[in-house]
């Protein structure tokens, strides 16, 4: 076989990985659709299911429970229950007798069912119907249980318990199945891709090794693709799995955050909120290129902050796709980002002129799983929230129907001046 026709051969076994790693992208991403889909679902079966439902790690550390749970024991919402045990609670003279149960549910990994006389505050006593069972981490071993209680007190009769069991037992069963392999049946096809572009990238270093050989057998423009061109298509594989790789840390981020309702802030950095902009721009997926056109910035006073680039250019992306959505729908708008230093607070300005919102939406726009997009699920923005008043700052909205919409990021000035000025000598 001639020199000719090996490069010709490598260049169509190069044409075809290339088209079956196209089609285990477009696979992939209809996975990852199905299971942000079933997360959802999981959520709000989560906060709104009758009853009594929680979370346990080994140590009986509470790290998870439904609102409900929260209010019969006094507290606000589940977040108050999360980091305590039973021995902090209004049971706490049982604490011995639900720890006892909760280590024979993990010691023989079996479903446990178990009427519980508790104490609930303000002197009164209820009877629980309590279902756990325990709960697997992705190697297989027991990490804690899942439990659901119903009171009882009222209820005994046999017919309304056996509904109540039945409903537990399914509601069970989705919160072990989905908490168990949530996270594993996400970056499972992430990872089958990037070990497929890790070998594709090296393909690419083996062929322009081949392509510099026989270079110096022929003259270069003889050649329809160039050393330059498989460099840069090399490059552009890189930038695939460092965008993997981006997706696995923000799928990390999302779940902790929806859980526990905070932001871990021990990586937070000093950042540059002009480079934070320029990344989210650069890199967000448009779905039609003249959308560019439709945003203009204004970063004439840029400043720096203390926080994280990732999660900055998502409350970015989270903005964008909102205003892009409206505007679409409403066929109409362009969107306006403005940067400014205040005396006392340094602000972004994000305006769309699309269909604006009511009053009512900008009271609520906030909250977790509210939404006025068909599809959407109300995690957007209550994530934008979460990770600005972690940087100690604010986000809010202004709007007016039919008009505008207009969210407001404000950065706190309260760091210390000498760790900023070193910074900005690299900005």
Avoid at 293 to 306: A, D, N, R, V, Y
Wanted: aromatic letters at 10%; glycine letters at 6%; a negative charge.
């Amino acid at each position: 076989m001639s020199d000719m026709d090996s490069e010709k051969h490598l260049i169509d076994q190069l044409k075809h990985r290339i088209r079956s790693q196209q089609q285990e992208i477009t696979k992939l991403t209809e996975e990852i659709k199905s299971t942000k889909r079933a997360y959802r679902q999981l959520e709000k079966a989560f906060y709104l299911a009758p009853g009594h439902v929680y979370w346990k790690d080994k140590n009986g550390v509470y790290q998870a429970c439904n609102d409900q749970q929260a209010i019969t024991l006094g507290y606000q919402s589940g977040k108050d229950i999360v980091g305590k045990t039973d021995y902090d609670l209004p049971w706490s003279d049982r604490g011995d007798f639900l720890h006892q149960v909760d280590t024979g549910v993990m010691e023989n990994q079996a479903e446990y069912v178990v009427e519980e006389p508790l104490p609930i505050g303000g002197g009164k006593e209820a009877l629980f119907l309590s279902r756990k069972v325990p709960m697997y981490d992705e190697t297989g071993q027991v990490s804690g249980i899942i439990g659901i209680s119903f009171d009882i007190s009222k209820e005994k009769q046999a017919e309304a318990l056996k509904l109540q069991n039945e409903l537990a037992k399914r509601l069970i069963q989705q919160l072990k199945t989905i908490a168990a392999s949530l996270s594993h049946e996400i970056r499972t096809p992430l990872a089958g891709v990037r070990l497929g572009l890790k070998s594709l990238k090296m393909f690419f270093e083996s062929l322009i090794s081949e392509r510099k050989r026989l270079l110096s057998l022929v003259e270069q423009e003889e050649f329809a693709i160039t050393v330059d061109d498989l460099k840069e298509k090399q490059a552009y594989l890189d930038k695939l799995v460092d965008r993997i790789d981006e997706g696995n840390a923000v799928i990390t981020l999302q779940l902790k955050n929806m859980v526990l309702e905070q932001v871990d802030t021990r990586q937070f950095k000093p950042c540059s909120i002009k480079r934070c902009l320029r990344d989210a721009l650069d890199n967000f997926p448009f779905k039609y290129e003249e959308e560019k056109k439709l945003i203009h910035i204004e970063e004439t006073q840029p400043f720096s902050f203390w926080g994280d680039p990732l999660l900055t250019k998502h409350v970015v992306w989270n903005l964008l796709n909102n205003a892009l959505h409206f505007i679409r729908e409403s066929d109409k708008g362009e969107i306006f980002i403005r940067v400014e230093q205040h005396e006392e607070q340094n602000v972004i300005y994000f305006k769309d002129t699309a269909k604006g919102m009511s009053e009512e939406t900008v009271r609520r726009i906030f909250e977790q799983f509210y939404t006025k997009r068909n599809g959407g699920s109300g995690l957007g923005l209550n994530f934008c929230k979460l990770v600005m008043e972690a940087y100690g700052g604010s986000i809010t909205c202004q709007a007016k129907e039919n008009e505008f919409a207009e969210f407001i990021l404000s950065f706190p000035k309260n760091y210390d001046n000498k760790i900023l000025e070193s910074f900005q000598n690299f900005v």
